[in-house]
Every structure is written in structure tokens, then in C-alpha cells.
């Protein structure tokens, strides 16, 4: 029996992405600044208003009002109109130092002993549905929302605004294969129309039914393309007038799409955010490690699908467990118990070693922070910061590190033995 499954995605200018980019950029600079900086920073967005919270011991000093500031007008908030501008805003710092409790615990007199910043499960996940080894209905999700992005920008579609949302349904049959998608929701803020609100409507969807469509579907492989079949239900926005968005309709907070940063409801989450934390916090770091892991697995040939679930106590550097699921779809002679042992040898999960292996202590997470943390394209980058208080610095850095694929002819040649 054939099934549908649904994920969804939301723009950089949504509410709660506003929040998780300005916490990632304020993890940022402090990094740049200071690459041992310990970073729990939260944010709250609302008409008019940016309240910055969490937890921070550094050793430099960052004007936090204007990263905040910055990251809102890339964003593409800075006209008044929107009720919610760069230029405007007031940004109120509530951050604070981080508990020497829980530094205690973190830090230690050997490096590679530094123990975990918190207790909690983390997930990786991976499959074939697509080259970049996530699920399809979260990668087209995405890549809608993202070539929007540029059509706003590039002013191709002038009466977009930046708050917008996307869902995707694919029918699968019984071996998780996809057959086709079955149905496409946008809604995107726009400007005030001076025509009634059905030609409005009308407007709207035409144009992303023709202009937008077409780019998404041409951006795939002729596998992918054959799944946007003429039958697709299309609802764009569907509730009708989408002026008042952003930060004025909706107040946003910093972790609240965890779902969209990660597989669009495949695998399984562990329930701990990412933006805003360093990567002593493992709730960030394992999880990117745990997918890393899967990605690698999945792309040597183990299994269609690999769920892997790792688990740790707070201020101990080794994991308290770490299980690798096949799903049923192991090309493999040996059980899941036996290739866990496997990658568990062949992968150190320190919390140390993970932040080396991927230079996690460089300023790569802004980028992170919309249209997912997984399922990305790893790539180098010259980065600039520039503080009041310690000049320039430019840092080349690479980005979603956990996406290479360094790992999988070794695991071709220690599985074949």
C-alpha cells in the first residue's frame, strides 16, 4: 500500500528564523573574537522589539544591538512598513555568564577529556531519497522557500516580503520509494495590492505556480523532475491576504523549528535545539556528528536508510551509548548490534574530538540558520567581523563539515572483512 508523508519548511524571515539567525550571529562573532567562548544565547522577536537572553564567558567583547541589527536588514526587515525593522527596533540584552557549575564540568585539565556541556540523546539521520541523502519532502520544502528568497531579492517577484512557509506531500509506495508529490502549500507575505483581494490571489499564484515552480523543478535530476506531475494540488496562501508577517503577526523564539533544521519529521530529534550554542554543548555538536556518521554510511552502501541515536552525560567526555538502526534495509551480513561496534571504533564521539574533527570552534553557524542544518553543500568561505572593539578579522572557514564524505571508503573497506 502506497502512503503520503508530508514535511514543511519556513523562510529566513520568518519570526522564529530571525531568532535562530540573530542567536547564530552573536555565536558568531563571539567565536571570531574569542574561538573558546562558551555561548547559550537565546532570542525573542516581536512587533517592534529583540530580547536577547543566555548564558556567555568570553574573553572579548561584542556590540550584541548591532549584530542583532545587521542580521534583521540582510534579512530584508528594513522598511517600517513591516512593523519590525533593523533600523528601529529596540534591542534589549539580558545575557549573563555562564554558571561556573556547569563550566566545571565542561572544562577539564586534558583537552580531550572536556566533557559534555549537558546530558540528552541526539539523532543522525540519512537516506537515498536524494543525492544530498535527506528526506525528499523536506529538500524540496526547502529549496522552495530559498529560491523565493532570491526571487524577492533579485526583485524578480517585487511584491514579496520576507515571512513565508512552504509544505510538501509525497505519495511513497510500500518500499519507501516516492512516486510522486501530491501536494505543494506556500504562503508568502506580500505588500498591500491596490486590486480586490481574489485578483491579488490570483496574482500571487500564477506567479509562483509559473516562475517559481519551473526553478525548483529544473534544479533536480530528471528522477526528481518526473515527480512534478500535472495533478499536483497547489494551495497558495491559502487562508487569502498575507500583508501583516514577520515579527509583527507572530512573535518568534530561538529553537522552535528544530523539526525543519533536521529531516522534516523522518528519523527521529532528540528535542535539543541548535542555534545560539558553541559546541560544547552536544545537543549542536553530537547531532551534527550523528549525521555525519549516517551520511557516510548511507552513501557506502550499508543501508538504504541508517537512523543512529548517541546519548550523554553531562560533564563526561565519552557517550553513555550509541545505537545504529538500519531500518530494516541492511545490505550488510552483520546485525546492527555488530556494525554499531564498528563505527563506534572507527568514530571518536568526545565532544573534543568532534569539535576538532569538524573545526567547530570556527564561525560557520549563521549560515545554519535557515533552510536547514542538514542535507547542505560543505564549502569554504572567507568570513569578515567587524568589532568596535577589536577591529577586523577575517576567517576562512568551511561550512557544514558534517556533510563531506571523507569517511566512506574506509568504511567500504572495514565492512568488506
Not at 58 to 74: F, G, H, M
Not at 229 to 250: R, S
Request: net charge negative.
Amino acid at each position: 500500500m502506497s502512503y503520503l508523508f508530508t514535511s514543511e519548511s519556513v523562510s529566513e524571515g520568518h519570526p522564529d528564523k530571525i531568532s535562530d539567525q540573530i542567536s547564530d550571529g552573536i555565536l558568531d562573532n563571539f567565536l571570531a573574537f574569542d574561538p573558546n567562548s562558551k555561548v547559550a544565547c537565546e532570542t525573542l522577536v516581536t512587533t517592534g522589539q529583540v530580547i536577547l537572553s543566555g548564558e556567555v564567558t568570553s574573553n572579548t567583547y561584542i556590540d550584541v544591538q548591532d549584530i542583532a541589527r545587521n542580521v534583521i536588514k540582510d534579512i530584508g526587515y528594513n522598511n517600517d512598513q513591516y512593523k519590525f525593522s533593523g533600523e528601529s527596533c529596540a534591542v534589549m540584552s539580558l545575557i549573563h555568564e555562564q554558571s561556573e557549575d556547569i563550566l566545571r564540568g565542561v572544562e577539564k585539565n586534558e583537552k580531550e577529556e572536556q566533557g559534555a556541556g549537558d546530558q540528552g540523546i541526539m539523532f543522525g539521520y540519512a537516506c537515498n531519497e536524494t543525492d544530498d541523502a535527506i528526506p525528499l519532502t523536506l529538500d524540496i520544502a526547502n529549496r522552495l522557500l530559498l529560491e523565493l528568497s532570491n526571487l524577492r531579492k533579485s526583485k524578480i517577484i517585487p511584491y514579496l516580503r520576507p515571512d513565508s512557509k512552504s509544505q510538501v506531500t509525497v505519495e511513497y509506495d510500500e518500499n519507501d520509494n516516492p512516486l510522486r508529490i501530491d501536494t505543494i502549500v506556500i504562503s508568502t507575505q506580500h505588500d498591500e495590492f491596490d486590486q480586490d483581494d481574489q485578483k491579488m490571489l490570483d496574482k500571487i499564484k500564477k506567479d509562483l505556480i509559473n516562475i517559481l515552480i519551473p526553478i525548483v523543478k529544473n534544479s533536480y535530476s530528471s528522477k526528481i523532475q518526473k515527480l512534478f506531475n500535472n495533478d499536483i494540488k497547489f494551495h497558495i496562501n491559502p487562508t487569502g491576504k498575507f500583508v501583516i508577517g514577520g515579527p509583527h503577526g507572530d512573535t518568534g523564539l530561538t529553537g522552535r523549528k528544530i523539526i525543519i533544521d533536521t529531516y522534516g519529521g523522518r528519523g527521529a530529534h532528540g528535542g535539543g535545539a541548535f542555534s545560539g550554542k558553541d559546541p560544547s554543548k552536544v545537543d549542536r555538536s553530537a547531532a551534527y556528528a550523528a549525521r555525519h556518521i549516517s551520511k557516510n554510511l548511507v552513501k557506502a552502501g550499508v543501508s538504504d536508510e541508517i537512523l543512529i541515536q548517541v546519548g550523554y552525560a553531562i560533564g563526561i567526555a565519552e557517550p553513555v551509548s550509541l545505537n545504529v538502526n538500519t531500518c530494516g534495509k541492511s545490505k550488510l551480513s552483520i546485525s546492527d548490534s555488530q556494525l554499531s561496534n564498528i563505527v563506534n571504533e572507527i568514530f571518536d564521539l568526545k565532544p573534543h574530538s568532534i569539535e576538532s574533527r569538524f573545526k567547530l570552534r570556527d564561525p560557520i553557524y549563521l549560515e545554519t540558520a535557515s533552510y536547514g542544518h542538514m542535507g547542505r553543500k560543505s564549502e569554504k568561505k572567507t568570513k569578515s567581523f567587524n568589532s568596535k572593539y577589536s577591529g577586523v578579522k577575517k576567517i576562512e572557514v568551511e561550512l557544514f563539515p558534517w556533510e563531506k564524505l571523507e569517511y566512506v571508503e574506509q568504511l567500504i573497506k572495514t565492512l568488506k572483512k
